[in-house]
């Protein structure tokens, strides 16, 4: 599935979600729920590490699934903000990370 794909398929559930749960899609609780969810990948990344009390340490395997499940939630999210604003993800991938355009433009 390409990337342009994926962020169409994230956001139509995300939007269903918010729909059926009667919230806002606000800029404000886009940006409040990547914060969210950001926390809550920490958090599995502390239980992962074991820099948390040891009553919650999880299995490797428990905690890689739980971190793994954490970030798909922050990368939905990023796909959510970015079809907010009209941004194409895979273009400002590349733009940035691999032919490096919008870096070289700065110092021209």
């Known amino acids: 599935m390409e990337i342009k794909e994926l962020q169409e398929k994230v956001t139509k559930i ?8 009667k919230i806002d899609n606000s800029d404000n609780y886009l940006i409040l ?5 950001l926390g809550e990948f920490v958090q ?15 299995s490797d395997e428990e905690s890689k699934r739980e971190m793994a ?10 796909f959510v903000i ?5 941004i194409d993800v ?9 032919t490096k355009e919008w870096i070289k433009s700065l110092r021209s």
């Not at 995300?14 to 749960?21: M, P």
């Not at 970015?82 to 009209?86: L, R």
């Open 14 to 21: 995300f939007l269903s979600n918010l729909d059926r749960d």
């Open 69 to 78: 499940k954490e970030l798909s939630d922050v990368l939905g999210l990023v």
């Open 44 to 58: 599995s990344y502390i239980i992962h590490k074991k820099m948390c009390r040891p009553e919650k340490y999880l």
């Open 90 to 98: 895979e273009e400002a991938l590349v733009k940035k990370w691999v």
């Open 82 to 86: 970015a079809t907010q604003f009209n």
């Open 33 to 37: 729920k990547i914060n969210e969810e």
